[in-house]
């Protein structure tokens, strides 16, 4: 609604939302991931989005771009640390909790806006294995040591769509 | 939980756990409690000793989804505590940007959370598959509250152009007017929606149990950013004398404080709002709770739900009103003007959940010395414990899943803020 940003969403292509919880130890790799990334020139077009805890709102961040990279950390039964790049028709969810305010699951808002046709044509999500999420401000070692590489998959994801 | 120490100074806890006990043997109820188990969150010791321009940014993180409700209920109190005034464009602004919070709360609670209930399903994705049309609808009615936020607060959550005595920035002419033509267009969706709960409303338990409603009221207007305490039970009282209408207290089974009045407890909330103010309606609101069949004093929990879509309708046209006087005004550019000094302020506003206190004191230099917060949620905690107790006798004869569901929805029903409890609510059965 506001014309500025309209005009800033028509042109960015690209939207890089990082969720976490920088309260719930690795939980926060998405949002330390964003503060990296503040520090990167980024091409035109490249919006970067702390999607903080995520949930339905996301839905209609998505909704406003062709492409979008989703930062997370996810138990996808790997080594603390490992970082894996994925689109969500790669995963199925194991996630067994209902629907709550602050706790969905991402893989559903994703399916939600497939189902009502406004999904992005393309999203990836770059993940790490967590060691320990619960109540803390910092990310165990091995999470902290995946910051540069899941940097550096996300500055590919965005080389691949801008080339 | 013994080990929690519970002091009437820390504010009380507004997101998190809560369970469900219900015990019950040889068709006896033995127990059933409603707990409250999140770890004291200390706002009110975060904000003593800040400056007052910092106090709203900090009180509006209590929640992120009353984040409006608080920073502005925490602008009222510190502009009480201050003796600044606000001019009439400012309050009219506010009370907007109230209703796009209340419409944001309102249909991602009826329709992200009860209605899987309605339809028995588990969560609001499955809804998409069996439901699609009405999915789309309330995510049209959700988009169009987030985007209203965003214009009127600078973003969806945690306001950034709120400020003591006006705005850093408000939205232009034109924005405004666009804001108008869209809420005008939302009202035949509202419709749909309204209908489809009407269809559906059966599927809400008739449970009844008299208790007391305390919420703003208003001789001028459905008091939701001004007014005065009204009680259904006491009549009205100044917004001053909060400490004395909650009582609060604290119960070794919860860490949540309670609160009680005129009898062992009361309820807030879009109910309570409308049993004491229904009159006051916007005609198509009030033409909607006729549908519904909802008349003041409605003594069931369930219709909170319905008292909520009565007011995204009710915000949506008065929101409609609102824009046109301050179009027809004309907006100016207005730079607050007040002095800082000394004294203490206590502010009240109307959230989705009810109604909320804020409480300061400053010093001659600005500085937050003594803070209090009486939030809605726990303000009903023992309405809820007290409902739960009338109503699990009469489900003993259900299979277990549906005694679950039943306790679990009318715990849903009211709302609270403690917001992730559709799943973590857990019902034990010894």
Known sequence: ?163 | MSEIAIKVDHLTRVEGHGNIILNAKNGAIEKVQWQVTEAPRMFESFVRGRHYHQVSHVMSRICGICSIGHALCSLKATEAAMSVTISEQTELLRKVALHAENMQSHILHVGYLVAPDLFRKGSVFPLIETHPDAVLKIIALHRLANEMSDLLCGRTTHPITLMVGGFTSTPSERELSSLRDRLSNILPVCDEVNQLLLDNVHMLPDFTRETEYIGLTSDTEYALYDGVIGSTDTGTHPVEDYESIANEYVVPYSTAKFASHARESYMVGALARFNLNAEKLTSGARAWAQKFGLSPISYNPFMNNVAQLIEYYHSVEDSIALIDTILNKGLKNETPSYAVKAGRGVGAVEVPRGILFHDYTYNDKGFCTRANCVIPTNQNHKNINLDLEALAPTLLGLAEKEIELNLEMLVRAYDPCISCSTHYLTVEFT
């Open chain 1, 1 to 163: 609604m506001n014309p500025e940003k309209d005009e800033l969403h028509e042109a960015a292509a690209i939207a890089v939302i990082t969720i976490g919880n920088e309260l719930m130890g690795d939980d926060g790799a998405g949002p330390a991931v964003f503060e990296a990334l503040r520090k990167e020139p980024l091409p035109p077009g490249v919006d970067v989005i702390d999607g903080g805890t995520g949930g339905m709102s996301l839905l209609h961040v998505i909704k406003d771009y062709p492409h979008v990279i989703l930062v997370d950390c996810a138990d996808f039964g790997g080594n603390p640390g490992e970082v894996k790049v994925f689109v969500p028709e790669e995963v199925r969810s194991l996630k067994e909790i209902e629907y709550s305010l602050h706790q969905l699951d991402l893989l559903e808002v994703i399916a939600l806006s497939q189902r009502i046709g406004e999904a992005p044509r393309t999203i990836h999500i770059v993940a790490v294995q967590p060691e320990r999420i619960e109540p803390a401000t910092t990310l165990t070692r091995k999470v902290s040591a995946a910051l540069p590489l899941m940097v550096k998959e996300v500055l590919k994801q965005i080389m691949k769509m801008t080339q």
